[in-house]
């Protein structure tokens, strides 16, 4: 169990409801729990199968890293979801505690890449701090007037970046029809969007500082949030897989490999609802499918490890899964780790996220990768 604590001066116990005292504190903790491997044929491997050291089949103990999936919350949202006294020192001295707790706990998560979402301090923080713990980084800042973004922050040591793509879903939104929503047709779709919200991603390739110098692909996303708008978010989704499955093919002529593909991020997406069902199955609830609809096939790492989680995302208004890692199961990596969450029950997510215990009000997910030998 990681702690860290980060108290901020000047806020008085009217803003602490939940504190013992006038000075508050975040308090961030994760851990890594070991899950059983699952054989192809969907069998457990037996005892002699696995590396004495440790729960890793011997054919994936060679090498081994770690993923972890984090919506950071943007400051700019963060004066709309928590109850706070409007004026400037204490929006000061909440950034100055609030980032650093969310540094804290990147670092103490000890991941080789960090998929983060709802980045809207990348040039002025986190940038040049996670250079300071031996992070490189690349990022894409979304379309219209919000200033967040999604980062991939990986390891130096760990990985080498080879190519990258970037991916604006407001690619998929032409006009404006009534100053909400816009409509046009995209590869069949019906894609309707809010252009003043627009969600980005990130993809890209890297060849891991191993001895097989593999290559994986990682990808990090953020897609449109309003429940009423599930073409939308289809549409996002189906154009992410279209553009991963080009980019797939793209690494594959370029450096002449198989590179298998890691998804995350944050996805406005229920276990079981439209989107979660087209990105684990290819079906399609709102119509048919045709062959050529069809996405790579993918798996969500909770789901192959231990079953979803109940929570990723936690407010007074919706608790629920919003946040996947997928991967591509025919591929040269299996999860081999899950990083461990909170229950309902447990005492420092009850009342809602953002607080004193959470920096943001969705929660880090993460999973450790062994590469086959």
């Known amino acids: 169990m990681l702690r860290c604590s980060y108290s901020v001066p000047g806020l008085s116990d009217e803003f602490s409801p939940n504190c013992p005292s006038t000075l508050s504190s975040w308090i961030c903790c994760a851990s890594y729990n070991h899950c059983q491997v699952v054989a192809s044929a969907g069998s457990l491997l037996q005892q002699d199968e696995y590396d004495s050291r440790t729960t890793v089949p011997k054919i994936y103990s060679s090498f081994k890293f770690r993923l972890v999936s984090y919506n950071i919350l943007a400051q700019d949202w963060i004066m709309l979801r928590c109850i706070m006294k409007p004026n400037k020192l204490f929006v000061t001295n909440l950034w100055k505690a609030r980032s650093q707790a969310i540094l804290t706990m990147l670092k103490n998560l000890e991941a080789d890449f960090l998929c983060l979402q709802e980045v809207d301090e990348y040039d002025t923080f986190y940038k040049k701090n996670l250079e300071n713990l031996g992070y490189a980084s690349i990022y894409i800042q979304r379309s219209g007037k919000k200033r967040d973004g999604c980062g991939i922050f990986y390891k130096q040591n760990s990985a080498e970046l080879v190519i990258e793509e970037k991916i604006d879903y407001n690619d998929l939104v032409d006009t404006v ?192 990768f062994a590469v086959e030998a």
């Open 177 to 368: 029809d009534d100053g909400k929503t816009s409509s046009t047709e995209n590869d069949g779709v019906l894609v309707s969007g809010n252009k003043e919200e627009p969600k980005a991603g990130i993809m890209a390739a890297f060849r891991l500082k191993n001895p097989s110098s593999c290559h994986v692909i990682i990808a990090n996303t953020h897609l449109y949030w309003d429940p009423e708008w599930a073409d939308v978010k289809i549409a996002q989704a189906k154009y992410l897989l279209s553009r991963l499955v080009g980019f797939k093919d793209l690494v594959s002529d370029k450096f002449d490999c198989s590179p298998p593909i890691i998804l995350s991020g944050d996805f406005n997406s229920v276990p079981g609802d439209q989107v979660h069902q087209y990105l684990v199955s290819g079906t399609n609830l709102m119509g048919p499918e045709t062959a050529d609809d069809l996405p790579m096939p993918l798996s969500s790492v909770y789901a192959f490890t231990r079953g979803e989680p109940e929570f990723t995302n936690c407010t007074p208004g919706f608790t629920g899964t919003l946040d996947y890692i997928f991967f591509s199961p025919s591929g040269d990596i299996k999860p081999v780790s899950y990083l461990e969450l909170p229950e309902a029950e447990s005492s420092d997510v009850i009342g809602g996220l953002p607080n004193y215990f959470h920096p943001s009000d969705h929660l880090p997910i993460g999973a450790e």
